[in-house]
């Protein structure tokens, strides 16, 4: 059984940079697929980014290219969300999770296990 725990997230100003952690325990991290989403009170929790198992694929919402990266280290069992020229509506608790087959979704629905979530505040 996978389970995850975010990290890495703080406040930073506008314009600055985090880079977010997914550490994943379980063997079989390396053949799960992963997302990161987020979620502001009173909204809709919406996707990231996402990364198949492998990570030769990757999504990112429109609102983040450009801006967010995704990676993974799977020797690791580590996934990376770098987040660049951050601003005030990034602010939002990031979850991690890991849909348990290789290729990516969009959709949270398709994701099994997710972290408590890590709070990223930037302030403008």
């Known amino acids: 059984q996978v389970q995850v725990v975010e990290s890495g997230g703080g406040l930073v100003q506008a314009g600055g940079s985090l880079r977010l952690a997914c550490a994943a325990s379980g063997r079989t991290f390396s053949r799960y697929s992963v997302g990161w989403f987020r979620q502001t009170p009173g909204k809709e929790r919406e996707i990231v980014s996402a990364?198949?198992?492998?990570?030769?694929?990757?999504y990112y919402s429109e609102s983040m290219k450009g801006r967010f990266t995704i990676s993974r280290d799977n020797a690791k069992k580590t996934v990376y969300l770098q987040m660049n020229n951050l601003k005030f509506e990034d602010t939002a608790r990031y979850y991690c999770?890991?849909?348990?087959?290789?290729?990516?979704?969009?959709?949270?629905?398709?994701?099994?296990?997710w972290g408590q979530g890590t709070q990223v505040t930037v302030s403008s």
């Open positions: 999770a890991v849909r348990r087959t290789s290729a990516i979704a969009m959709s949270e629905m398709w994701y099994d296990t």
């Open positions: 990364i198949s198992a492998s990570g030769d694929s990757t």
